[in-house]
């Protein structure tokens, strides 16, 4: 089994915590303009890079679960394939599921090699720090 850590100079407070719902573009911008020069009032503002963006395809998600009060990632930690030996990140790692031909998936994992493609190629247990511990992090 491997253990993956959290990775404690990542752990933040969440801007979203408590929500239920959030927002996510469906499709490519509907608009989209790329400037370097602006007029507003007959003066002239030159703006470095930037990107003015407009999208009518977003979609509002719903969770059951409201989202955490903080966010963090884990340290990248190698993984060994038991099929091929293969060593890689954990990141790595791909998910598969196979229908049984109904609207429901027969089977999933998360944890696929990316090399042979076998299924459940390593044991990982991930590090759960308590919110106490995660908020200390946060400061």
């Not at 407070?13 to 790329?34: A, I």
């Not at 990632?73 to 993984?79: A, F, H, R, S």
């Amino acid at each position: 089994m491997t253990f993956i850590r959290v990775d404690r100079d990542s752990v933040k407070r969440n801007p979203r915590s408590g929500r239920t719902d959030f927002q996510v573009c469906t499709g490519p911008p509907t608009y989209e303009r790329r400037t370097n020069e602006v007029s507003a009032d007959g003066e002239t503002w030159i703006i470095t890079n930037q990107t003015t963006t407009r999208t009518d395809n977003v979609q509002t998600i719903h969770t059951l679960a409201p989202a955490g009060p903080f966010l963090f990632d884990y340290l990248l930690t190698k993984v060994k394939c038991v099929e091929c030996n293969c060593e890689f990140d954990h990141t790595k790692l791909e998910s598969e599921s196979e229908d049984n031909g109904s609207s429901e998936y027969d089977w999933y994992s998360e944890r696929v090699c990316p090399r042979c493609g076998k299924w459940d190629c390593c044991e990982l247990e991930f590090e759960k720090l308590s919110n106490e511990v995660l908020g200390v992090l946060s400061l």
